[in-house]
Nanobody
């Protein structure tokens, strides 16, 4: 089993910054990729950014140049630095981890953290 703990959401004015964190813990697992998704009211959950085991990153088009995904040296904590935030970035942000547990690939989700961009 893998547990994910998210932190860092909140209320910020347009143009401001926030950093989200997601720490993975557990036993007998390895991480294939980590990422962030978001879901705004009335909309489907969408991918924001991912980082693979090898360090490759990918971003949703609307956040390119504004958001940066990274991880710590142990590769068990993933961060999302969000700059130049816009009202349309308002959503619940979910951490996502694809882990290898034994012979199986298992997807885990964080509890979600609210990001609100408003003046």
């Amino acid at each position: 089993q893998v547990q994910l703990v998210e932190s860092g959401g909140g209320l910020v004015q347009p143009g401001g910054s926030l950093r989200l964190s997601c720490a993975a813990s557990g036993s007998r697992f390895s991480i294939n990729s980590m990422g962030w998704y978001r879901q705004a009211p009335g909309k489907q959950r969408e991918l924001v950014a991912t980082i693979t085991r090898g360090g490759s990153t990918d971003y949703e088009n609307s956040v390119k140049g504004r958001f940066t995904i990274s991880r710590d040296n142990t590769a068990t904590t993933v961060y999302l630095q969000m700059n130049s935030l816009k009202p349309e970035d308002t959503a619940v942000y979910y951490c996502n981890v694809r882990a290898q547990v034994g012979m199986s690939t298992v997807i885990y989700w964080g509890q979600g953290t609210q990001v609100t961009v408003s003046s």
